[in-house]
């Protein structure tokens, strides 16, 4: 057992946070999100949601200081709009990163999602609970 690893860090997912480089985007995604349709790297986390898996990760990783936007939010397609809860529950874990979050469109979420490190599957019920992080460098 390791110390100070929150707990829905599974052994799966804390390989995948180390693996990962600067510049590695890791999607955190709802559950209805078609991971496996678009990223063979996959890890399943079901007991949590996404703005709880974005606060683990967020403890063991820093956001890349490099690029304005290192956190990606999908939008509403014409018709629907995002939780108010979801966004606030993510604004709020990511405190004084609220505001380098982007938002894009959901075909062009999938893309990018396909040329992501790896993906998270949460047990989100909420629909457009999903999250592309862009990883950082961690400075000593």
């Known amino acids: 057992m390791l110390k100070g690893i929150p707990e829905i ?6 390989k995948i946070l180390a693996q990962m480089g600067h510049g590695d985007e890791l999607v955190i995604s709802d559950a209805h999100f078609p991971a496996y349709s678009v990223n063979s790297n996959v890890v399943r986390v079901d007991a949590a949601t996404s703005p709880e898996l974005l606060r683990a990760i967020c403890r063991l990783i820093e956001l890349d ?15 629907d709009s995002l939780d108010p809860e979801h966004t606030a529950e993510c604004r709020e874990v990511l405190g004084k990163d609220a505001d380098r979050i982007d938002y894009i469109e959901r075909f062009a979420f999938y893309e990018r999602a396909a040329k992501a490190f790896a993906v998270v599957v949460s047990g989100e019920s909420r629909i457009y609970g999903n999250i ?3 990883k950082g460098v961690t400075k000593p």
Request: charged letters at 15%; glycine letters at 4%.
């Open 9 to 14: 860090i599974s052994p799966d997912l804390l």
């Open 132 to 134: 592309i992080v862009k």
């Open 65 to 79: 200081q490099y690029v304005e936007k290192p956190v990606v939010m999908m939008a509403p397609v014409p018709g």
